[in-house]
């Protein structure tokens, strides 16, 4: 709800920083970019800590960096502030927490995994939901600085219950490096890693550009206000992709899941060309949000279950969070490159979107492949 779920709402705050300092959205998204990048960079540190046994002191630090960002930007009146609490307060916080948190939660479960993975990460999309609400309601009313303060304190009081609540079941243990470099010899691990990167590319544009698209490129177009009812409906849906997507990896395994829904957010991202219209503006957003809900939910599930039983599951987990964190760090700002490049058209950025989602897709595919020949050896 307060790592993914505050970036989730970020097409609210890119579309109002875009009016407010008059910025490109190639220069705004950046605030976002670097939200994303270290919440998968930190967490190829975190990630090691948490195998170390200091799941607690870092949780806890990531808790207080997150809710001191979100706090101070709201005495913030130029962009470059916002990219310092917003994009490396914020995005400290987020990778000090969630690899962590995905680490802990893995370890008590193993029928169920994708199913409490998917349960865990509808938080994200309930906290894009209820941020989203709240920046629609009070930034008109009460302005900028108090809707930050109402939101700090939110994280605040949520974030101190995740701190007594979570505890690691497993105990420390002595790791000689912050790389596992047995996790290269698994080819699975290796075509997963550079399929994260890939999907991690193209994930956040709808997220990010979807508010300032329909107020720019739709006709008629529609107001900030109306621009965020998109978003909260793209956060609504998207807990539908991330259960449902966690239920059938269940069912169907993870890997089988994940490439078809792949494949599926790669064909949302091209219709999003035929998209002009206020009605179709609403299709394609529920479409997208169910679609990247699911990528969202089975991405942790997928290298949970890469990583199970092996020796240093979060450091293996941090690996692939670094590199996802150089992909989501560059994704958005060179879609804001191509939008201004094509003086506001979106074609390049669709067609982005679109192809990275392919190219993740086809190494998915050979990393299930290789699972499958992997699991038959094992029983020969």
């Known amino acids: 709800m307060n790592t993914s779920g505050f970036t989730n709402c970020f097409g609210a705050l890119q579309s109002y920083f875009i009016g407010e300092f008059g910025e490109p959205s190639s220069a705004v998204s950046w605030i976002g970019s670097m939200q994303i990048f270290l919440y998968f960079f930190i967490g190829a540190f975190s990630g090691r800590l948490t195998d170390a046994g200091y799941f607690r002191v870092t949780f806890f630090t990531g808790s207080l ?33 969630s690899c962590p948190m995905l680490a802990v939660m893995s370890q008590y479960f193993t029928k169920r995994r994708g199913m409490a993975v998917g349960i865990t990460m509808c938080g994200s999309c309930t906290g894009g939901l209820i941020y989203s609400s709240i920046l629609r309601q009070l930034i008109s009313s009460l302005g900028f600085p108090w809707t930050m303060r109402v939101i700090a304190l939110i994280q605040f009081v949520t974030l101190a219950f995740a701190n007594i609540c979570l505890r690691p079941r497993t105990s420390a243990k002595s790791i000689s490096g912050w790389v596992d470099w047995t996790a290269f010899r698994d080819v699975r691990f290796n075509h997963y890693a550079i399929a994260t990167f890939m999907s991690l590319l193209g994930l956040y544009i709808s997220i990010f550009f979807i508010v300032d698209f329909s107020r720019t490129s739709i006709s008629p177009s529609l107001s900030y206000r109306n621009g965020l009812s998109l978003l909260m409906i793209f956060n609504g849906v998207n807990a539908i992709g991330r259960f449902g997507s966690g239920l059938a990896a269940d069912k169907f395994g993870v890997l089988g899941v994940f490439v078809p829904v792949l494949v599926a957010t790669s064909l949302t991202l091209f219709t999003w060309i035929s998209v002009r219209t206020v009605p179709s503006m609403y299709v394609w957003t529920v479409f997208c949000g169910i679609f990247c809900g699911g990528i969202q939910s089975l991405f942790p599930a997928g290298l949970g279950y890469l990583t199970a039983g092996t020796e240093q599951p979060g450091t293996r987990m941090g690996m692939v969070f670094g590199l996802g964190s150089i992909a989501s760090l560059i994704g958005s700002p060179i879609v804001g490159a191509l939008v201004g490049a094509m003086d506001g058209n979106y074609l390049g950025a669709q067609v982005f979107g679109g192809a990275t989602m392919a190219l993740s897709a086809l190494f998915l595919e050979a990393t299930r492949r290789a699972d499958k020949r992997m699991v038959r050896c094992s029983k020969d």
């Not at 310092?84 to 000090?96: A, I, M, P």
């Open 65 to 97: 960096a997150h809710v001191v960002g979100i706090f101070t930007a709201s005495f913030g009146s130029e962009l470059w502030i916002m990219f310092v609490t917003l994009g490396l307060g914020v995005g400290l916080g987020n990778g000090l927490m």
